[in-house]
């Protein structure tokens, strides 16, 4: 059973870069599609960005393109999400997820796999 840990959330400025990171163990990770969703409180998680099991396909919600850059190193058994110019509204925890599927999917009933998320704050 695949196990993922996220780390790299924290504390910062609207405007500003974070970049978290998610390691998977347990598994084979290549064999995976990769997701990143989030939760703002009072809010339904939602999709953020996903990965397809190469790295060659990505896919953004709307908000987060030109910002966000979803990436994976599959030597490394980890997939990683740069975010700049980040806003008040990106505030969330962000969860990485796990799909044996065939192809990157947004919805998250899809995803087999699921971390214990990493707070982001983005003050204003």
């Known amino acids: 059973q695949l196990q993922l840990v996220e780390s790299g959330g924290g504390l910062v400025q609207a405007g500003g870069s974070l970049s978290v990171s998610c390691a998977a163990s347990?598994?084979?990770?290549?064999?995976?599609?990769m997701g990143w969703f989030r939760q703002a409180p009072g809010k339904e998680r939602e999709f953020v960005a996903g990965i397809s099991r190469s790295g060659g396909t990505t896919y953004y919600r709307d908000s987060v393109k030109g910002r966000f850059t979803i990436s994976r190193d599959n030597a490394k058994y980890t997939v990683y999400l740069q975010m700049n110019s980040l806003k008040p509204d990106d505030t969330a925890v962000y969860y990485c997820?796990?799909?044996?599927?065939?192809?990157?999917?947004?919805?998250?009933?899809?995803?087999?796999?699921w971390g214990q998320g990493t707070q982001v704050i983005v003050s204003s």
């Open positions: 347990g598994g084979t990770f290549s064999r995976y599609v």
């Open positions: 997820a796990a799909d044996l599927g065939a192809g990157v999917t947004t919805r998250q009933y899809n995803y087999d796999y």
